[in-house]
Nanobody, 126 residues
Framework: QVHFVESGGGSVQPGGSLRLSCAASGFTLDSYGIGWFRQVPGKEREGVSCISGSDRRKRYSDSVKGRFTISRDNGANTVTLQINNLKPEAACVC?????????????????????WGQGTQVTVSS
């Protein structure tokens, strides 16, 4: 059975940083595209980053380029999203998800991902 778990969310001040982690069981993260998504109440889930299997090619949405960094630790079977310079409007629930394909889709859309975690809350306030 496949199980994804996110961790690392919390409350930070504007301009602060967080390091989100995605751990999986029953699923080898380095063989498939792994994406990170954010969702705020009343809006659709939005893809922000993805790392492909094998060649580790990385994709980012335009809104996070230069501030977010995705990486993968094959030994630990985890994918990490480093978030810097958080803006007040960045508050959301963040999800990681696993695709059934090696490559990341472009754009990064929820439809292309099969397995999802429960999400981790990110709050930005002063």
């Amino acid at each position: 059975q496949v199980h994804f778990v996110e961790s690392g969310g919390g409350s930070v001040q504007p301009g602060g940083s967080l390091r989100l982690s995605c751990a999986a069981s029953g699923f080898t993260l380095d063989s498939y595209g792994i994406g990170w998504f954010r969702q705020v109440p009343g809006k659709e889930r939005e893809g922000v980053s993805c790392i492909s299997g094998s060649d580790r090619r990385k994709r980012y949405s335009d809104s996070v380029k230069g501030r977010f960094t995705i990486s993968r630790d094959n030994g630990a079977n985890t994918v990490t999203l480093q978030i810097n310079n958080l803006k007040p409007e960045a508050a959301c629930v963040c999800y990681c998800a696993g695709s059934l394909y090696c490559a990341c889709p472009s754009p990064i859309v929820p439809y292309d991902f099969r397995y999802w975690g429960q999400g981790t809350q990110v709050t930005v306030s002063s």
